[in-house]
């Protein structure tokens, strides 16, 4: 009897280790500047805008590079929401490229310590547009994003698999005929969910089933006496 108990308590063990570990952990804070262009019907959202920071838990790293991204199509305006809102569904890219500053040194030009070239590339999972007031925009979506190797390596973070972020883009803008263009970007961010790596999730499930099953031992036995 002991001996199962001491097996439950390993489970559980496991669960618990499994539970906090996640994929990702690189997000971007976007500056002003850059430009949004959807030309109607069914097309999908498309822009650029500046990134000002990469960030790693509560470290931040100053950054000079671009973000370019195209949604999924249009889905459809919401139903039973105001009609200054528009739904794209799933695809499209999103790649950002630059110079990361990570050993912080601050210089001008990127040297030999920091990580320049295409650093991260995604596609959306979805993505809203509404209206927020008569001039102004947001996009929020959510992201699966990949890091390239290299920036991969240095934060300790899987390169194959995909983490998920919530993406968000506020700029000035306004319709006509269906269509928006803006080249007034005012900020926005990209910013990791915790996701659980298939690993946790692996220990998750093991711990979770094994811990099920000797309970219900530890009942039978219990009954027989």
Request: aromatic content about 10%.
């Amino acid at each position: 009897m002991t001996r199962a108990r001491n097996m439950l308590a390993v489970c559980f063990a496991l669960a618990t280790l499994g539970a906090p570990a996640w994929a990702g952990s690189i997000g971007l804070q976007f500056g002003p500047g850059g430009k949004v262009v959807f030309n109607g019907g069914s097309n999908p959202l498309m822009g650029t805008a500046n990134v000002a920071d990469l960030t790693s838990g509560k470290q931040t790293f100053p950054e000079k590079g671009s973000l370019s991204f195209t949604t999924g199509k249009l889905s459809g305006k919401l139903s039973g929401l105001k009609p200054n809102e528009w739904l794209f569904g799933a695809g499209g890219k999103f790649a950002f490229s630059g110079c990361a500053d990570i050993d912080l040194d601050h210089d001008k030009k990127c040297d030999k310590k920091d990580f320049k070239g295409s650093l991260l590339t995604g596609d959306f999972k979805s993505a809203e547009l509404f209206k927020t007031s008569k001039n102004t925009f947001t996009l929020d979506g959510q992201i699966w994003v990949i890091l390239s190797p290299a920036l991969a390596k240095q934060f300790g973070i899987s390169s194959v698999v995909p983490y998920l972020a919530n993406f968000s883009l506020n700029f000035v803008g306004a319709v006509h005929s269906g269509k928006i263009h803006s080249t007034n970007v005012l900020g926005g961010s990209l910013a990791p969910t915790p996701v659980p790596e298939p690993t946790a999730l692996v220990l998750l499930g093991f711990g979770a089933v094994l811990a099920t099953f000797i309970h219900t031992m530890l009942r039978a036995r219990s009954a027989e006496m």
